[in-house]
C-alpha cells in the first residue's frame, strides 16, 4: 500500500511501479504534489496544520475520481487516498472512539456536513468570600459564545448551552460541605487560577457534575484570572494532561476572565473548544487560522477543511 512518503519519493523521480507520469502523463496528478510535499515538511510539527492538509488531500482525491480518468492513473489516486486515510488514522489513534476515522475522513472527501450542535455545562470559579461576585459573567459568557458560533457558523456548527442545565454555577470549593486548602478550588496562597484549580476543578466535575450531565457534554469554567504560570487566556485540561491531580473523566474548558491578549479574547472560548473538539493542544503555525496562538492570531479565524471533519467527527457534537 503506498504511503504519502512514498508517493513524495516517487512523484520526486516521476515513476510508480505502475506509472510513468512522463510522456502520457496527467497533469491533473500534478496538483497533489504541493499537498504531499507540504505534508513531508509539517510531519513533525503540529497535528493542526497536518490534518488541514490530510484534509486537501483527500477532498482532492474525492474530487480527481469523481471525473473521467484512464484506470491507472485512478489506481494511483485510489492508493494515495487510502494513504491519506491511513496518515489520518494515525494522527487520533486512541484519542476518540473507532468510528471517529471513518466519519472524519468521509467528510475531509465530500467536504459535506449536516448541522451538529456543542452543549456547555457553565460554571464560574470564586473565593468563598467572593461568592456573589457574579455580575456581569453571564453576559460575558453568552457573548463567547456568540463569538464562537459566528465563527463556526461556515463549518455548521452551534455552541450552546446544555438546555439540561441552562444556568451559571458557582463554585468555591470541591466538597460544599467540606474544609481546607485542599477542598478549595482556588488555593488561598495563590495569585490565580493555576493547577491546583484544574485539580480541584477535576474533582469537582467528578463528584457533583459528571454522573448527572450526558458525556457529549463540555464543562466551560469561567475564573477571575490565571497564575503568571499559565500565561494564558483560556485553557484544556485533558485527561492526559500532566501534573493535574486528578485528572478529568473527560476534557474541560477554563477561560480567564480578565483578557491578557486583548485583540483575540473574544474568540478565546471558540478556540479552546476547538482544542475539544479535535483531540490535540497543538496550535497552527497559520496565524490566520482559529488555533494560532493567541498572541500570533489574526482574528480571520478560518478553519480548514481537516478541522471541519475533526469537529464533526467529534463525540462532543451531536
Not at 502523463?25 to 504541493?34: I, M, Q, T
Not at 499537498?35 to 474525492?62: F, L, R, S, T
Not at 457533583?208 to 499559565?230: G, R
Request: proline letters at 5%.
Amino acid at each position: 500500500m503506498l504511503t504519502l512518503a512514498q508517493w513524495r519519493r516517487a512523484r520526486r523521480v516521476d515513476l510508480f511501479a505502475r506509472v510513468r507520469f512522463r510522456g502520457d502523463s496527467d497533469p491533473h496528478l500534478k496538483a497533489f504534489d504541493d499537498h504531499v510535499e507540504a505534508y513531508h515538511h509539517v510531519v513533525n510539527a503540529n497535528y493542526q496544520d497536518k490534518v488541514g492538509i490530510i484534509g486537501k488531500i483527500m477532498n482532492g482525491c474525492h474530487s480527481y475520481l469523481g471525473a473521467t480518468r484512464k484506470d491507472r492513473y485512478r489506481d494511483v489516486i485510489v492508493d494515495l487516498r487510502e494513504a491519506a486515510g491511513n496518515e489520518l488514522g494515525a494522527l487520533i489513534l486512541g484519542q476518540r472512539a473507532p468510528n471517529v476515522r471513518m466519519e472524519a475522513a468521509l467528510g475531509m472527501r465530500t467536504g459535506l456536513f449536516t448541522p451538529k450542535t456543542v452543549l456547555l455545562n457553565c460554571f464560574v470559579v470564586r473565593r468563598p468570600s467572593d461568592a456573589a461576585s457574579v455580575a456581569g459573567v453571564d453576559t460575558l459568557i453568552d457573548e463567547h459564545i456568540e463569538n464562537a458560533n459566528e465563527i463556526l457558523s461556515g463549518a455548521r456548527v452551534t455552541i450552546v448551552r446544555n438546555p439540561a442545565r441552562q444556568a451559571t454555577t458557582t463554585v468555591t470549593q470541591v466538597d460544599p460541605k467540606g474544609s481546607g486548602d485542599l477542598n478549595s478550588i482556588l488555593h488561598p496562597k495563590a495569585t490565580g487560577f493555576d493547577d491546583h484549580g484544574r485539580g480541584r476543578m477535576s474533582a469537582y466535575f467528578a463528584r457533583e457534575v459528571d454522573h448527572a450531565v450526558s458525556p457529549h457534554t463540555i464543562n466551560v469554567v469561567y475564573v477571575p484570572n490565571f497564575a503568571a504560570a499559565l500565561a494564558a487566556q483560556g485553557v484544556t485540561t485533558r485527561p492526559s494532561t500532566t501534573g493535574i491531580s486528578p485528572a478529568p473523566a473527560r476534557p474541560f474548558v477554563t477561560v480567564s476572565e480578565a483578557p491578557v491578549h486583548g485583540p483575540t479574547y473574544p474568540t478565546t472560548l471558540a478556540h479552546e473548544l476547538v482544542h475539544v473538539l479535535t483531540g490535540s493542544p497543538d496550535h497552527s503555525g497559520d496565524s490566520h487560522n482559529l488555533m494560532a496562538e493567541g498572541a500570533m492570531r489574526t482574528g480571520t479565524n478560518r478553519l480548514s477543511l481537516g478541522q471541519i471533519a475533526l469537529l464533526h467527527a467529534s463525540r462532543f457534537t451531536v
